[in-house]
């Protein structure tokens, strides 16, 4: 069974520069994969942020970029604002029609 | 502009076999993948099924194959998700989701608001 992986939890200053990553539990992420990330505040709808690796979703600013960083995907934010503080979701195809999201990084900004 | 709207949730029983139903709008439905996508209570994102842009191929994750069946009526621009055998811990908010592209190939780039169903006794 494939597990994705992301940090539990990660804090970066107002103005600062976060990556997040996406791994898995065996092997390497390539854009095979798919990598794509989404950002939730409670109670809302996920709203999509990257998909494909590094196309940005309609709307959302160039602070967000995507990438493939080692072997993982990552979510870089750049002069994190208050309102980045979210959880943030990754997602993988790991073939078969098949899709997997990670457990999530909660992100705070202080 | 795009919309997705899912309906259908509720309280059920366990054993119970609800439909949600996507009703889309906005964008040429026919020619998307479309997913579902839950979260069950204060926890993370699940993806359940996927169908692509004609019906032709479905696919789903272990926890559910076998007793969800994902649909699309292209005529009618809505999405299905039949559940059958419904347990407890298929308590969740259920998302659908535009794919980005026809098939699997793509995640998901537009989301609906969620239907909530609760399995309860």
């Known amino acids: 069974q494939t597990v994705v992986t992301q940090e539990p939890s990660f804090s970066v200053s107002p103005g600062g520069t976060v990556t997040l990553t996406c791994g898995l539990s065996?092997?390497?992420?390539?854009?095979?994969?798919?990598p794509s990330w989404y950002q939730q505040t409670p109670g809302q709808a996920p709203r999509t942020l990257i998909y494909?690796?590094?196309t940005r979703s309609s709307g959302v600013p160039d602070r967000f970029s995507g990438s493939i960083l080692g072997n993982k995907a990552a979510l870089t934010i750049t002069g994190a604002q208050a309102d980045d503080e979210s959880d943030y979701y990754c997602?993988?195809?790991?073939?078969?029609?098949?899709?997997?999201f990670g457990g999530g990084t909660k992100l705070t900004v202080l | 502009q795009v919309q997705l709207v899912e309906s259908g949730g509720g309280v059920v029983q366990p054993g119970r076999s609800p439909r949600l139903s996507c009703a889309v709008s906005?964008?040429?439905?026919?020619?998307?993948?479309m997913h579902w996508v839950r979260q069950a209570p204060d926890k993370g994102l699940e993806w359940v099924a996927v169908?692509?842009?004609?019906?032709?191929?479905?696919y789903y994750a272990d926890s559910v194959k076998g007793r969800f069946t994902i649909s699309r009526d292209n005529s009618n621009n809505t999405l299905y998700l039949q559940m059958n055998s419904l347990r407890v811990e298929d308590t969740a908010v259920y998302y659908c989701?535009?794919?980005?592209?026809?098939?699997?190939?793509?995640?998901?780039?537009?989301w609906g608001q969620g239907t909530m169903v609760t399995v309860s006794s």
């Open positions: 989701a535009r794919g980005v592209g026809a098939t699997t190939r793509g995640s998901f780039d537009i």
């Open positions: 906005g964008f040429t439905f026919s020619n998307y993948a």
């Open positions: 169908i692509w842009y004609d019906g032709s191929n479905k």
């Open positions: 065996s092997g390497s992420v390539s854009t095979s994969y798919y």
């Open positions: 494909t690796t590094n």
């Open positions: 997602v993988l195809y790991v073939g078969s029609g098949i899709w997997v």
